[in-house]
């Protein structure tokens, strides 16, 4: 077989540059510490890699997801805990408007701070999350959702909060309306004295009970009393001893004082109510006039009625506290099982795609070693010419 000096350079340059590119191949994977830098070196890894990485972008946008809403959250929660502060306030300043010792400049005062807590409920149930969005605005969250006007309050946000996923098929409310929280709230019997009582007769404090609710009349005539329906239909009679309790369908009345012949009280389900009207009927039952016995019968049984309302309302409140607390619970354990999936992904994507070190290092100096002898059989060889016989 013939060789010539031609074809033999030739194969021996094409071996050299063969195996630098392999050497540098392999310099490049350590470097960018991949096995594959793109889909032709590997192309079933190469799909794999950006499947696993596909993944891992969705699950860092669920815990983005998860950290927005435990700030709202906690936004929220750390509220409502303000409301219940402000409305626990409220509670002992109507009960300290009880007590026959105060004068009308010390009631005054009391109605004052009253109207400021009034002020400060309407400000927490405007609340914003620190971003700009209101916490009890909804999905329309951009404007304060609660606005007072001609001394009552409106409500200019929705029912729907925005919900976020947290994982396949599961969604959770970043918050709770304002509608949920402040103005849906289903209060008890309402009791409301008639104008024309002239004794004594009071309600100290009113419970739901047991029983279907409906509108009655209360009336008291020679020790005796009588309940009857809207209708005129009696619902039920007795004796009445100043101090005594009467249960009625759907209400305790806990009563003192002495009625005069005729007086009467409305008793009729609350219904739902909101909460700034419930604060308004503390607030009007503390400015009632109570210049007589009578008078400040009167006030104490619109004040029991309004405590009462405002008692359903911090229950509800309660509840809603409540629902938070589980939803940020449920969130810690949505966390942990990202970042234990998290991990589980980056694991399986670092077997994948990321470069074996000290194999690489290995196959790295076998590359160079390889080099170096070729490089030095090419030398070699080049040297085995006719003319070097020849001199």
Do not use: C, W
């Amino acid at each position: 077989m013939r060789l010539s000096t031609l074809g033999v350079h030739n194969a021996s340059v094409t071996s050299l540059l063969n195996k630098q590119a392999e050497v540098a191949l392999t310099q490049q994977r350590i470097s960018s510490e991949r096995k594959f830098r793109t889909a032709g070196e590997n192309p079933s890894g190469m799909a794999q890699s950006l499947s696993l990485e596909s993944a891992q972008a969705a699950h860092a946008r669920l815990g983005d997801n998860v950290t927005t809403l435990r700030h709202r959250l906690s936004v929220e929660e750390s509220t409502l805990g303000a409301v219940d502060d402000n409305l626990t306030r409220v509670r002992e300043l109507a009960l300290q408007a009880n007590s026959a010792a105060l004068s009308s400049d010390d009631r005054s005062q009391i109605a004052s701070e009253l109207e400021q807590l009034y002020a400060r409920l309407v400000d927490l149930a405007n609340t914003d999350d620190g971003t700009g969005h209101h916490l009890f605005a909804g999905s329309r969250d951009g404007d304060a959702p609660f606005a007072v006007s001609a001394g009552s309050v409106s409500y200019h946000g929705d029912q729907q909060p925005r919900e976020l996923p947290i994982g396949p098929g599961t969604r959770m409310a970043d918050g709770d309306s304002g509608d949920a929280v402040f103005l849906r709230i289903r209060t008890g019997m309402q009791v409301q004295p008639a104008s024309g009582n002239s004794g004594t007769l009071s309600v100290a404090s009113l419970d739901s009970a047991a029983g279907d609710a409906q509108a009655l009349t209360l009336s008291f005539s020679s020790g005796q009393y009588e309940a009857r329906a809207a209708d005129g239909s009696l619902v039920q009679s007795g004796s009445y001893t100043p101090g005594d309790s009467l249960s009625l369908p759907g209400v305790r009345l806990n009563l003192k004082g002495t009625p005069a012949d005729g007086d009467s009280l409305s008793l009729s389900p609350g219904g739902n109510q909101d909460l700034f009207t419930q604060l308004r009927a503390v607030i009007s039952s503390v400015k009632a006039p109570v210049s007589s016995d009578a008078e400040r019968a009167q006030a104490q049984t619109l004040r029991s009625s309004a405590l009462s309302a405002l008692d359903a309302g911090m229950n509800h409140l309660s509840g809603i506290r409540s629902s938070v607390g589980t939803r940020l619970a449920s969130l810690d354990e949505v966390e942990s099982q990202l970042a234990a999936l998290d991990e589980q992904l980056q694991t399986t994507l670092s077997d994948v795609r990321d470069i074996d070190y000290a194999e690489a290092i290995s196959k790295l100096q076998l590359q160079t070693t390889g080099l170096q002898a070729a490089q030095a059989v090419f030398a070699k060889v080049q040297g085995l010419t006719l003319f070097n016989y020849i001199r």
